[in-house]
């Protein structure tokens, strides 16, 4: 069975930092494109980003390219995303997900909540 | 960036037959997939490639579309589908999200 479990939310202050984790089972990871959504509260969904199987190739939506990073620890199975200089417009339930062009496999999704 | 453009809103009976379309702002070919999401659930892809249906998801779901131009239809429609639809199309990065629709009861 496929299972994306994120981990590493919470709320954090304005302009700090914060790296969440997806920890992948179930499947061969280092076989897989993975990535990550976002869906702030009462909204909809938001494509972050993806990386490739060996993180030679990583794509970001543009107005977050220079504030998140996507990276991937094939030995660990996990999946990461820094997160830089956040603020509120950053406060999101974070899904980590498995593209395949469609998305076919998606976490629980993580709280961050960026506030003083 | 492509925009995909869906209706906010449908109010539907329960066994009648509902299309949710999404238009997008320039071809997206056949990249074009939609999700399903229930209140406080993740995501579930349901149509996959415009038109094929993703593995154990009800038949009364099919998609169809190319080009600009994209239609889920659900028939008949049952009380476990009220959520909301997102469109995805991974033809040209950025990948986007439509809006989504929220399908509702009349």
């Known amino acids: 069975e496929v299972k994306l479990v994120e981990s590493g939310g919470g709320l954090v202050q304005p302009g700090r930092s914060l790296k969440l984790s997806c920890a992948a089972s179930?499947?061969?990871?280092?076989?897989?494109?993975m990535g990550w959504v976002r869906q702030a509260p009462g909204k909809g969904l938001e494509w972050i980003g993806e990386?490739?199987?060996?993180?030679?190739?990583?794509n970001y939506t543009p107005s977050l390219k220079d504030k998140f990073t996507i990276s991937r620890d094939n030995a660990q199975n996990t999946l990461y995303l820094q997160m830089s200089k956040l603020g509120s417009e950053d406060t999101a339930i974070y899904y980590c997900a498995r593209p395949l062009g469609a998305w076919d496999y998606w976490g629980q999704g993580v709280m961050v909540t960026v506030s003083s | 960036d492509t925009v995909l453009t869906q209706s906010p809103a449908l109010a539907v009976s329960l066994g009648q037959r509902v299309t949710i379309s999404c238009r997008a702002s320039?071809?997206?070919?056949?990249?074009m997939h939609w999700y399903q999401q229930k209140s406080g659930q993740q995501p579930k892809l349901l149509i996959y490639s415009a038109s094929n249906l993703e593995s154990g998801v009800p038949s009364r779901f099919s998609g169809s579309g190319s080009g600009t131009d994209f239609t889920l239809t659900i028939d008949p429609v049952e009380a476990d589908d009220i959520a909301n639809y997102y469109c995805?199309?991974?033809?040209?990065?950025?990948?986007?999200f439509g809006a989504g629709t929220k399908l509702e009861l009349k």
């Open positions: 990386i490739n199987q060996d993180s030679s190739t990583i």
């Open positions: 179930g499947f061969s990871f280092n076989d897989y494109w």
């Open positions: 995805q199309q991974s033809n040209e990065l950025p990948y986007t």
């Open positions: 320039k071809s997206v070919s056949t990249y």
